[in-house]
């Protein structure tokens, strides 16, 4: 389907890519809820082409997925969870018929292979399902991870902040960003659990220039702004 990076093939996922799927996020993740076959094969059932893994073809070693579903975002509160936003993780929501976001509600790299561009090459087939949709714009809820270590010295929009201005190294979001993602907004009680994030995302946005409208673009956070030198 897909093939930008030397040795990794990003495909559609099939039934048979369950297993190690749900051994990655057990690998990717130190906190509950894990993928498992019920919600993996909902996926399937209701949106087979929003969902992505990546195959290292030397050795046929699955090495990341991405699940993504469409929503109508107007029925949803910019402060939803994780949970809203997937039905609970089964995509029930989808909605390919009103819906004009793709929403990314997971993207996970064995830790063993980060950093490599497999996360890059996952956002570049996510960002052609876009385009070949006719979507204009990609969201999603970006885990402030590594928020825990300043969580005694400032809040997580601060955070955010100094994220985006590259004076503090975000981990997930900087990944983020890099893919052209620009921060809408920041959600407590998000993901609650994750050690890491304390809970709180970085709402994100991508938009595709080929179909947005003016009013397809969210609202501009003057905090969550890059710096821009002469
Ligand atoms: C986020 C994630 C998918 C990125 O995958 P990846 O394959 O490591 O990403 P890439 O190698 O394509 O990284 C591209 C760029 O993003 C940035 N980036 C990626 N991980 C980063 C990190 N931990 N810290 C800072 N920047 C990072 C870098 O600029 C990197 O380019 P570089 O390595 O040339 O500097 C992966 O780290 C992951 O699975 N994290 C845990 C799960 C998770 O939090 N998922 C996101 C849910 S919102």
């Known amino acids: 389907m897909n093939e930008p990076l030397s040795g990794i093939l990003v495909r559609n996922t099939t039934p048979s890519d369950f297993p190690a799927i749900m051994q990655l996020s057990k690998a990717v993740y130190s906190f509950p809820p894990y993928w498992t076959e019920r919600l993996l094969a909902s996926h399937l059932t209701i949106f087979p082409e929003g969902q992505l893994v990546a195959i290292d073809t030397y050795s046929d070693e699955l ?136 809970g709180h995302i970085a709402v994100i946005e991508w938009i595709n220039e080929q179909v947005a409208t003016p009013a397809d673009y969210g609202p501009r956070d003057p905090r969550f702004q890059p710096l821009t030198g002469c």
Do not use: C
């Not at 909605?95 to 976001?101: E, L, S």
């Not at 996510?126 to 590594?146: F, K, M, T």
């Not at 270590?149 to 890099?178: H, S, W």
């Open 63 to 198: 090495v990341g997925m991405a699940a993504s579903l469409i929503i109508r975002w107007d029925d949803y509160d910019l402060n939803g969870s994780w949970k809203d936003f997937t039905d609970g993780g089964m995509f029930t929501n989808h909605d390919p018929i009103h819906g004009r976001t793709l929403y990314g509600a997971e993207v996970m790299v064995s830790p063993a292979v980060q950093r490599r561009g497999i996360g890059s090459a996952i956002y570049a087939a996510r960002r052609q399902l876009v385009e070949r949709l006719g979507l204009p714009r990609l969201r999603a809820g970006a885990r402030l991870r590594g928020y825990y270590r300043y969580a005694d010295r400032m809040t997580p929009e601060e955070y955010t902040t100094k994220v985006v201005r590259g004076e503090i190294k975000g981990m997930t979001l900087n990944f983020q960003l890099k893919q052209g993602f620009r921060v809408l907004a920041v959600v407590s009680d998000y993901l609650p659990g994750d050690p890491e994030s304390l």
